[in-house]
């Protein structure tokens, strides 16, 4: 309780020319809180993951993470620091194994130098070995390690998705952004990935901010969540507050819709 949110940002905003894509975002996730971040297409979900990662830089606001302002990172700093994203697009190296993905996640904690590495000395094959255990002990999580050796870009849709999240999770993030996890999952997939994701929270203690239009998913596992519509935040809440929440109603089916309901 005497450390402070994981993240918070205050005021944030970001333009594109004249287009105001996000403004007076003002969003706090404490520690190990699943939070959702939902809104209509369009609304600017994308957007914020793009700033919290450093893809983007704001045109105003800033962002604190683990209690540090993030103003002057970058994208590969930001994830050092320990923020960790997947995409709405998925994007592995199909033509590398699933072992090989998560090998590159674990990049940061690779403790052998380039000599050591074109020498193939002692210390490489030492930290080679430990980042080939601890891969393997990630894919568990998902009981993946019987496809290691299999290429990623062989893995059906589902299957893809989940790699994605073990190779974020192979950065040894505090904080991990996870958009649109259950595009394309069936039912029985969605409510497989609600329990990993509940487990992942407690076997690493950090928090998740997830995208998702599924709202039965975002429902039953969120535990704030924040509505964007045209870039700015219209309603913050718990799951039952959000459901019932007028302005929500609306800016999913309009006016006419929340007539007819």
């Known amino acids: 309780?005497?450390?402070?949110?994981?993240?918070?940002?205050?005021?944030?905003?970001?333009?594109?020319?004249?287009?105001?894509?996000?403004?007076?975002?003002?969003?706090?996730l404490?520690?190990?809180?699943?939070?959702?971040?939902?809104?209509?297409?369009?609304?600017?979900?994308?957007?914020?993951?793009?700033?919290?990662?450093?893809?983007?830089?704001?045109?105003?606001?800033?962002?604190?993470?683990?209690?540090k302002d993030t103003q002057n990172m970058n994208t590969v700093q930001a994830n050092k620091a320990?923020?960790?994203r997947t995409f709405q697009n998925i994007r592995l190296f199909k033509k590398l194994t699933v072992l090989e993905n998560v090998l590159i996640?674990?990049?940061?904690?690779?403790?052998?130098?380039?000599?050591?590495?074109?020498?193939?000395?002692?210390?490489?094959?030492?930290?080679?070995?430990?980042?080939?255990e601890r891969a393997l002990e990630l894919l568990s999580i998902f009981d993946m390690q019987g496809m290691?050796?299999?290429l990623a870009g062989s893995l059906p849709y589902g299957a893809q998705r989940r790699l994605e999240i073990v190779r974020a999770l192979a950065t040894n993030p505090a904080l991990l952004l996870l958009d649109e996890p259950a595009a394309g999952m069936n039912p029985s997939e969605t409510s497989e990935l609600m329990e990993n994701i509940r487990k992942i929270r407690d076997t690493f203690q950090i928090s998740t901010l997830l995208i998702e239009h599924d709202m039965n998913l975002v429902m039953g596992i969120c535990e704030g969540i924040a509505v964007l519509n045209y870039g700015r935040i219209i309603a913050k809440g718990t799951p039952?507050?959000?459901?019932?929440d007028p302005q929500v109603i609306e800016a999913y089916l309009g006016k006419?819709?929340?007539k007819e309901c």
């Open 240 to 244: 039952e507050e959000i459901k019932n």
């Open 82 to 84: 320990g923020i960790a």
């Open 105 to 132: 996640g674990l990049h940061n904690e690779m403790d052998y130098r380039l000599p050591g590495a074109v020498l193939r000395l002692p210390s490489y094959w030492r930290a080679e070995k430990i980042a080939r």
């Open 148 to 150: 290691a050796s299999m």
């Open 1 to 28: 309780m005497d450390k402070p949110p994981v993240i918070e940002c205050i005021g944030l905003g970001i333009d594109f020319g004249g287009l105001t894509a996000l403004d007076d975002f003002n969003f706090t």
């Open 256 to 258: 006419k819709g929340r």
């Open 30 to 67: 404490g520690r190990t809180e699943i939070g959702g971040l939902i809104g209509p297409n369009g609304a600017g979900k994308t957007t914020v993951f793009n700033l919290l990662t450093k893809v983007y830089q704001p045109s105003r606001g800033k962002m604190i993470f683990d209690g």
